[in-house]
């Protein structure tokens, strides 16, 4: 296991190992967090909180109706489609708490792949925000999915303030399409329901699956990554462990931007925070970063999480400067490379350290992450968290030793047990015990690893292999351009080269100027041969930029 001899000032603040049978199950998991902190703020979601009671209460109620009044059973697996609102995390422990298995879904997803999921994941059940139901309408009969629970975005927001915002929802700002769901229940009616039934504590085990969580992984191909309450619950106690270097159990205050629905959310901001007691704030809408920055100016925050793109977008804004960032002790970015150029900035305006940190869907997710307290490196995601192996691994098999760069294979209890129903993509990632990641990367000198890139994204020029992240990075750190993209283009003499995508914030910035600084910085074979100038660049639900769809465009296109 791992060694952190950068932690020899501060014995007591990392441990080496977690325990994974801390608790028998997520469900023990929130009696204890019930127990510690049941008064204090769980979640806060458009200025109405949720306390650690109140969500063991209504989790209960919920948990009540779906396995007492409807036709599911232990073991079904229950869709969530909502963005970061108070119902999730109710709704999450709710199924948790009735037996059952949580399938994370994207509301931004098209209907085609919703069904796609559902019926991979075998649905029978789904809680969904109305402002999708349109969408569930048009699939659901070809589905598996027998009982739907629909809410609304007021729905825990209290009488009065609930009525004006689903009035504004509906009527003023029209954001909810026409939808005929008849068999649907209410989100509010559910737990009325619930609350009159005597809860019926089901029999769940460690290794019993928890959630499925639908990723591309590393062969592009959507499945659901199986984990189950063991790997959870390890993951848990590796954030916590990690965190608790400079975070105070019930005294934090989070900042959740990413949604819930994300791994790298969930994990971190939910279950992580949760365990020392932290209250989370729910930021539903993100990108309407004015009034993201209007929470941040009201809230006292010691925690924030996101990746890069977020933090670059909120360095952007005039008005971010103007934000009290005397209370923040812990800034991390993941789900993407973190730019060079927007930690060094995240430095300046915030006086604070915006640390990296690395993990997949498959491991829960997290595997490493920079330290808390002590040395830190930026361009690196950090040391493995406790009770988790990192090795490197050559084309041919071989380990490679400090600084030769190969496959980051990675073994711990987070690690997932599979993919759900299919053993092909299983064993093609797995090695033993040993998850294969799918990113390039080596050891430096003191441990601290350095992603270089995704294996399948690797350009590949004449034979030399180009790391797009290197060129983003070099590109990125001029003060003219505000996001940039780099993939292979087909070349027919080369192989490929590389085209960078730029989306400028100088708007008189050259091509030139960008060749010349790229020239000071890449050897020829990595420099862009093709630059093209956009008004934006495609993005995932959480706002990575997609290079795959950035390579469908330019599939067919051989220079």
């Known amino acids: ?93 709710g199924v948790l708490k009735a037996g059952m298995v949580v399938v994370n879904t994207n509301p931004q997803y098209k209907p085609s792949e919703m069904e ?14 109305s402002t999708f139901a349109f969408k569930l309408e048009e699939v659901m009969q070809h589905t598996t999915v027998k ?30 399409p026409d939808y005929n769901l008849p068999t649907a229940i209410n989100f509010g009616d559910a737990l009325k329901k619930g609350k009159k039934k005597t809860y019926q504590r089901p029999e769940v085990k460690s290794s019993d699956l928890a959630l499925l969580q639908y990723t591309g992984g590393t062969t592009g191909v959507a499945k659901g990554a199986a984990l189950s309450h063991r790997n959870l619950i390890a993951n848990i106690e590796q954030v916590a462990g990690w965190m608790r270097a400079s975070l105070i159990d019930g005294q934090e205050v989070t900042i959740t931007p990413l949604p819930l629905y994300h791994v790298f ?28 920055i209007k929470v941040l100016k009201k809230t006292p925050f010691t925690v924030i999480t996101g990746i890069n793109t977020l933090f670059n977008g909120l360095l952007q804004q005039p008005d971010f400067k103007d934000v009290d960032f005397s209370k923040l002790k812990v800034a991390v970015s993941g789900g993407m490379a973190l730019q060079m150029a927007v930690a060094e900035r995240w430095k300046q305006v915030t006086g604070n350290d915006l640390v990296e940190g690395y993990g997949l869907s498959e491991t829960s997710p997290l595997l490493t992450c920079n330290p808390i307290i002590g040395k830190q490196k930026l361009g690196t995601i950090g040391l493995p968290v406790p009770s988790t192996e990192i090795k490197i691994i050559g084309d041919e098999g071989d380990e490679k030793p400090v600084g030769e760069f190969g496959e980051i294979w990675a073994r711990g209890p987070q690690v997932m047990t599979g993919y759900w129903q299919n053993q092909k993509e299983t064993d093609i990632v797995m090695e033993g015990d040993w998850f294969k990641t799918g990113d390039i990367g080596f050891f430096d000198a003191d441990g601290f690893i350095k992603i270089v890139d995704r294996k399948k994204e690797m350009v590949n020029v004449s034979g030399m292999k180009v790391f797009p992240n290197e060129v983003e990075d070099v590109i990125a750190s001029m003060p003219g351009v505000l996001e940039v993209g780099v993939i292979g283009v087909p070349h027919k003499t080369s192989g490929e080269v590389v085209k960078a995508f730029i989306v400028k914030k100088d708007p008189n910035l050259t091509q030139d100027e960008i060749l010349k600084h790229c020239k000071e910085h890449l050897v020829a074979y990595k420099m862009p041969k093709h630059i093209e100038f956009r008004e934006e660049l495609p993005k995932s639900n959480v706002g990575k930029i997609l290079r795959k769809e950035l390579r469908k465009e330019e599939a067919n296109n051989v220079v």
């Open 1 to 93: 296991m791992a060694e952190y001899p950068w932690l020899k000032n501060y014995p007591d603040k990392v441990p080496h190992e977690i325990d994974p049978d801390q608790y028998e199950s997520l469900l023990d998991f929130l009696d204890d967090c019930v127990t510690r902190f049941g008064d204090l703020p769980a979640f806060e979601n458009m200025g109405v909180e949720l306390s650690y009671k109140e969500l063991d209460e209504q989790s209960t109620a919920l948990a009540n109706y779906l396995s007492q009044e409807t036709s599911l059973v232990k073991g079904d697996r229950i869709a969530l489609q909502m963005p970061n609102v108070l119902q999730y995390p109710i709704s999450l422990f």
């Open 265 to 292: 959310a969930l994990t971190v901001n939910c279950f992580g925070m949760m365990r020392i007691g932290a209250k989370s704030v729910l930021i539903t809408d993100p990108r309407k970063m004015k009034d993201f």
């Open 116 to 129: 796609h999921q559902f019926n991979d994941a075998g649905v029978k059940g789904i809680i969904i925000l």
């Open 147 to 176: 009982e739907v629970i629909v809410a609304e975005v007021g729905d825990m927001l209290g009488s009065f303030k609930g009525a004006v915002v689903d009035f504004m929802v509906k009527r003023v700002k029209k954001m909810i």
